[in-house]
């Protein structure tokens, strides 16, 4: 019998540890332990004890609150993601329903890449991969800046979707923003959303210290040291981690076509607006080919071609409409696109998995993306969100799109 994050592991049992990422292993009774390692996997005997006993006592206080609602809060590689494995599965073994709402958009340990994610735990766990993804909010980005707003309002909607899932104790893990003016917007804002009745940081020094220094005294704050155990992974590796994620919500997809007629497509400014058929014959007569579409609402000039443009011909577009009093010109190629990384929801916005743009053909009004979608899945597709990663077939990240492109 051993003990991993507090979860404890009975003879015959397995789990995985993803590269990167550490378990800390604890022998409960005298035990004998396979170790099948993958590629730069090793494993350590250590004598001194890996859970910090303010990991402990953290608990006993979590404990003591009724329903609690507790973010965790850091800066990247500080072990928030351990600690909210850690006090989960304590929680669960004190009978509490605990979700976890995964709000760390690049590394989210629950759903996909570019996701906040929700998972509900009534038993322990070793592993997050463990964990059944509940629902999800796409952001589509790996970063959470430029998407404050969507963070924000996924990350109440997640929580919210638990207290309806009769979850009686909540745990918010929080993404490594923690420096600069944004992450103090991004962190109050999140806290006025949430309304948590705990928060739990973990700093090396006193690196999150701003963070959280004008909550004492309205909300308990608990404050952890990282264990000096925790590896600190560089860009590599966490890019290694997103390939990973998302290989496994990909894995078996394959292409399906969509009629737009019964799709909405959002997060993005394609078919929302009016057709405007002048500036489209205005588009025809400098390109010689026919647009997609060209919709407009007065200030905003949308046009979608079928082609990359040279740069004399983007110029001159945007010359154009700038000349006819058009502030915001936004051309987009379906050909650069290629490979978006897509949300796929049903009619009760309902997350139901991520997918790649293959192709936008709105001459004939249809949609082909690669997805792992069930023949019963496929029929519930109502609403597709347009992310920001371009991504190559098996995955891999190709480039960021800036927020606003489309």
């Known amino acids: 019998k051993v003990e991993v994050f507090g979860a404890s592991i009975e003879a015959g049992s397995s789990f995985t540890v993803v590269g990167g990422r550490q378990a800390p292993m604890k022998c409960v009774t005298e035990s004998e332990i396979i170790f099948v390692l993958g590629e730069n996997g090793s494993y350590e005997l250590v004598k001194e004890q ?31 993601s351990g600690f909210t494995l850690y006090l989960a599965n304590k929680l669960v073994a004190n009978g509490f329903k605990v979700a976890v709402v995964d709000t760390d958009v690049g590394q989210s340990d629950i759903g996909p890449p570019g996701t906040i994610s929700l998972t509900l735990l009534e038993k322990q766990i070793p592993s997050f991969l463990d964990a059944k993804l509940i629902d999800a909010y796409f952001v589509g980005d790996k970063t959470p800046v430029g998407h404050l707003l969507p963070i924000v309002v996924g990350s109440q909607k997640m929580v919210r979707k638990a207290q309806t899932l009769g979850a009686n104790a909540i745990i918010v893990n929080t993404s490594g923003l923690t420096q600069g003016g944004m992450a103090i917007a991004l962190r109050y804002h999140m806290i006025e959303a949430i309304d948590p009745n705990i928060i739990i940081v973990l700093q090396r020094e006193k690196e999150s210290e701003h963070l959280i220094k004008p909550y004492d005294g309205l909300i308990k704050v608990i404050r952890l040291q990282s264990p000096k155990h925790i590896l600190r992974r560089n860009r590599e590796e966490r890019g290694d981690f997103r390939f990973f994620k998302i290989t496994k919500y990909l894995s078996n997809a394959k292409s399906i076509t969509l009629n737009l007629d019964n799709i909405i497509l959002l997060n993005t400014v394609i078919r929302q607006m009016p057709e405007n058929t002048f500036l489209k014959e205005i588009i025809k007569s400098i390109l010689n080919i026919e647009p997609e579409y060209v919709g407009s609402d007065g200030i905003t000039a949308v046009i979608v071609i ?40 049903d009619a009760k916005k309902h997350f139901l998995n991520i997918g790649i743009l293959e192709k936008l053909d709105l001459h004939k009004n249809i949609i082909t993306i690669k997805g792992q979608i069930n023949d019963s899945d496929l029929n519930r597709i109502r609403y597709i969100y347009f992310g920001y990663m371009i991504l190559d077939e098996s995955g891999a990240e190709i480039k960021r799109l800036r927020p606003g492109t489309f």
């Open 50 to 80: 890996l859970i910090p006993d303010d990991w402990v006592n953290a608990v006993h206080e979590v404990l003591k609150i009724p329903n609690p609602i507790v973010m965790i809060i850091g800066a990247v590689d500080t072990g928030k």
């Open 306 to 345: 079928n082609k990359i443009l040279t740069p004399y011909q983007q110029d001159y577009i945007e010359k154009t409409l700038i000349s006819a009093n058009f502030t915001d010109i936004k051309i987009i190629s379906t050909q650069l696109i290629k490979g978006l990384l897509l949300g796929l929801y």
